[in-house]
Nanobody, 125 residues
Framework: QVELVESGGGLVQAGGSLRLSCAVS????????MGWFRQAPGKEREFVAA????????LYAVSVKGRFTISRDNAKNTVFLQMNSLKPEDTAVYYC??????????????????WGQGTQVTVSS
């Protein structure tokens, strides 16, 4: 069984930064493609970023590209999401997810097998 635990959310002013962490237990993080998603009130959960386990390549949603960076520390079994230049529209619950095998997409929620409980990020204007 794989367990994902997010941390690092909070309240920040527009233009500020936050660093989210996702601690993975049960399997080695380097063997999974990992994704970050977010869900704002009344909206569907949406893709934010992903890191592919085999190559380390990264993918980003257009809305966060250039501001957010996904990375992983295999030794610590942890995935990070560095968020800079935050905007009020980034306010959401952020979820970490693990994909145990590639099923054709890195951006669909249906492609991920394990999910964390989420961490709230609130950006004030």
């Amino acid at each position: 069984q794989v367990e994902l635990v997010e941390s690092g959310g909070g309240l920040v002013q527009a233009g500020g930064s936050l660093r989210l962490s996702c601690a993975v237990s049960g399997r080695t993080v380097g063997r999974y493609s990992m994704g970050w998603f977010r869900q704002a009130p009344g909206k569907e959960r949406e893709f934010v970023a992903a890191i592919i386990w085999s190559s380390g390549n990264t993918l980003y949603a257009v809305s966060v590209k250039g501001r957010f960076t996904i990375s992983r520390d295999n030794a610590k079994n942890t995935v990070f999401l560095q968020m800079n230049s935050l905007k009020p529209e980034d306010t959401a619950v952020y979820y970490c997810a693990a994909q145990s095998y590639y099923s054709g997409s890195y951006v669909s929620t249906k492609s991920y097998d394990y999910w964390g409980q989420g961490t709230q990020v609130t950006v004030s204007s």
